[in-house]
């Protein structure tokens, strides 16, 4: 295990970047400078007003997180080809979501939407949905958090701090500066992580492969180490190439991770906060920037088993979410490994701050104003909103201290699976009214039924949990012979689709009464400068 007094250079260079990165949360209260913060345009959006480049690093910081350091590369470590899904995801997200961005971004503008909870509640005039919706959003938003926690914390294990205090500070002056700053924080801090990232894994890509013997080296000892046979499932670890039963499972994690990424309140929040139309546009054309950076990210995975990297033991069990630290500790001088360590906190505080601000907005004007107190000012629902998301971080250290935090990836699976079910009444419903509201609600609940249904089957044999042990659902589960996996979050998507539209087009033929649509044909092209809002 890991001794600290065998890493006082990488600790001091490590805090003093996160203390300069804390200070600037701090200071970003007066960057931008609004007359007041005690509403939620300008402390939960940064006032509606940021331009090309802003949010560019800050849909980055938010989307790209200390997940993506820790998690993806480890779970390429651990099985191979299958950890590659997240490349195909990020690339073909961003044409279905450049379609659905730029109209949700016009409606919201136009009609003050903070949350896409409150769009749904224009759209359809269904207070019950909204509230499905919300409910949804703040469910799958936790484990999110709770991942960028597991990214410090795979961070303090290799320079041998051990045990959650760290963390809880950590995530106390996390707390302070978002309540203090609001979205502004994290957009400043943003500059900093992405500049810090970019510059580890392109030294990482270069210098690591040139001490290992090159890529052809690096991709031999993966498949060797990969062929092994994990003693515990009898069968190899896992391939650099995808077999036949894992292909399915690859093509539906891939395309319902990326109908999924924008639906999540966080990254909504990032797009919200753009100043007008163009500058998503011109964003959603950008970002693939990062993709390329993914799959860099990735190949680490590989490096870690050509490098025969130990993940750090704990409490008796190997945590892999260590692989890509231990990898910066035996391949880079102590300063730059320092220097790696703080990308990868830098990478968590950011989008942790975001995801908290999201979810307080979604419990501040889908619960707290529509069901507890109607009248409520701009200045309580931002107060409120501030609050709630101390609350946020605090359930978001609950879950490191009291769940298995051994397969972090799991943890976001399990959220991507519960948020793609408001697909229907979200992303489609910026396109159309015809769907019945009661059928979106019926929907949304058999899908959440269904995914949790069959998240409760699947079994880890790595770890020894009998339930929830993954998305990754065999077809022999459901009584069919064959061993070939599906993701179940796709499945679970496919009911909610049949159940709305079925029902939908029952409650149209017998009249069912539905709500009243708040918006209108024009609401969703307006832009910053040709359309009146109404914030």
Do not use: C
Not at 147 to 161: D, F, R
């Amino acid at each position: 295990m890991p001794n600290a007094s065998d890493h006082v250079t990488e600790l001091i260079v490590f805090t003093t970047l996160f203390a300069i990165v804390s200070g600037l949360g701090f200071v970003a209260a007066r960057w931008r400078r609004a007359e007041s913060l005690d509403h939620l345009d300008e402390w939960g959006l940064g006032g509606r007003n940021f331009g090309g480049w802003i949010t560019w690093f800050l849909l980055g910081g938010d989307l790209y997180t200390a997940y993506t350091f820790v998690a993806v590369p480890a779970l390429v470590f651990a099985s191979g080809a299958i950890g590659f899904y997240a490349v195909p995801y990020t690339i073909i997200m961003y044409p279905i979501v450049f379609m659905v961005m730029t109209r949700l971004w016009s409606v919201s503008y136009r009609h003050g939407y903070v949350t896409p909870a409150d769009f749904v509640r224009g759209r359809f005039g269904s207070p019950t949905l909204a509230l499905l919706v919300a409910i949804t959003g703040i469910v799958a938003t936790m484990p999110y958090i709770a991942l960028q926690l597991i990214g410090i914390e795979a961070v303090l294990k290799v320079m041998g701090v051990h045990g959650h205090l760290p963390i809880i500070i950590a995530f106390l002056i996390l707390a302070v500066y978002t309540y203090n700053s609001g979205l502004r924080a994290p957009a400043l801090i943003a500059f900093v992580k992405d500049t810090l990232i970019y510059l580890v894994i392109i030294v990482a890509v270069i210098v690591i492969p040139y001490k290992l013997g090159g890529w052809g080296f690096i991709f031999g000892s993966a498949e060797q180490a990969l062929a092994q046979t994990n003693p515990k499932t009898g069968l190899p670890r896992g391939s650099i190439l995808l077999n036949a039963n894992n292909q399915l499972q690859y093509i539906t994690l891939a395309l319902g991770s990326a109908l999924a990424l924008f639906l999540y309140p966080h990254s909504l929040t990032s797009v919200l906060a753009a100043k007008n139309r163009d500058t998503i546009r011109k964003n959603m054309s950008a970002l693939p920037a990062y993709t390329f950076l993914l799959g860099l990210i990735a190949l680490l995975g590989y490096m870690a088993l050509a490098a025969g990297i130990k993940p750090v033991t704990s409490g008796g069990k190997a945590d892999t979410n260590t692989i890509v630290p231990q990898l910066f500790d035996q391949m880079f001088p102590n300063w730059f490994a320092g220097v790696a360590y703080a990308a990868i906190a830098i990478g968590a505080l950011v989008p942790a701050s975001i995801m908290s601000i999201a979810a307080a907005n979604l419990f501040t004007r889908n619960i707290y104003k529509e069901y507890l107190r109607k009248d409520a000012s701009a200045r309580q629902e931002a107060s409120v909103s501030k609050l709630t998301s101390l609350v946020v971080k605090i359930g978001a250290v609950a879950v490191i201290l009291f769940l298995d935090p051994q397969f972090a990836i799991d943890l976001q699976l399990i959220g991507g699976v519960l948020i793609l079910q408001t697909l229907p009444a979200v992303a489609i419903g910026v396109f159309t009214r015809w769907l019945h509201p009661w059928a979106l609600s019926t929907g949304l609940v058999a899908g959440l039924a269904v995914g949790i249904g069959m998240l409760y089957q699947i079994p880890n044999p790595n770890n020894g949990k009998a339930h929830f042990g993954g998305s990754a659902y065999k077809l022999a589960l459901a009584g069919f012979d064959s061993d070939k996996q599906i993701y179940v979050g796709f499945v679970a998507l496919l009911v909610n689709l049949v159940v709305v539209v079925v029902l939908t087009a029952v409650l149209r033929s017998a009249g069912a009464p539905q709500g009243v649509d708040a918006t209108a044909a024009d609401d969703y092209e307006a832009d910053r400068g040709t359309a009146d809002a109404t914030v």
